[in-house]
Structure formats: structure tokens, C-alpha cells
């Protein structure tokens, strides 16, 4: 393990953990607070991260670079069921 997959995964799960109470209020208050405009974009920039990461053999930076991915991917599909705040 080189030391970028190291900073990389920190900061990438300093991102996911930020994101958890955004996505409960979410579920909790049934609505949908990010704009698509926001979730559609990040969504996909973090999933292409991550095969990325993946492909320079940085796995652990991969895996939560995805992780960050799919929880901006639930805040996309609330806004979508919820629709509007």
C-alpha cells in the first residue's frame, strides 16, 4: 500500500461519514434534499474515481471512493421518490 491510497481513503471516508446525516434526515423526512444537478454528476465522477483508484492498485481508495458513490447514488434516488423538499 503506497501513502496516496492511505490519504486518498481518508478523505473519501471523512466524505462518506459527512454524507450519512443527510442521507437519514433523507428517509426520516421522506424528501428529497440534493438537486439531481448535484447527485446526477457526483455520482458518476466518484464511481469513475474508483475504477480509476482500482486500476492504479489503490483498493482501498477504490473501495471507499465507491462507497461515497452510492451514498450520493441514495440521495439521487430520494430525490427522485420524494421528489421535491
Known sequence: MVWQDIVITIASIVFSV????QVIAGFKD???FVTLAASIPTTLG???L???YLSLNLSYSAVT???TGTLW?????QRLVFKKA
Open 46 to 48: 466518484l464511481y469513475v
Open 65 to 67: 471512493a465507491f462507497l
Open 73 to 77: 447514488w441514495v440521495l439521487f434516488m
Open 18 to 21: 459527512a454524507l450519512v446525516p
Open 50 to 52: 474508483s475504477f480509476t
Open 30 to 32: 421522506r424528501k428529497g
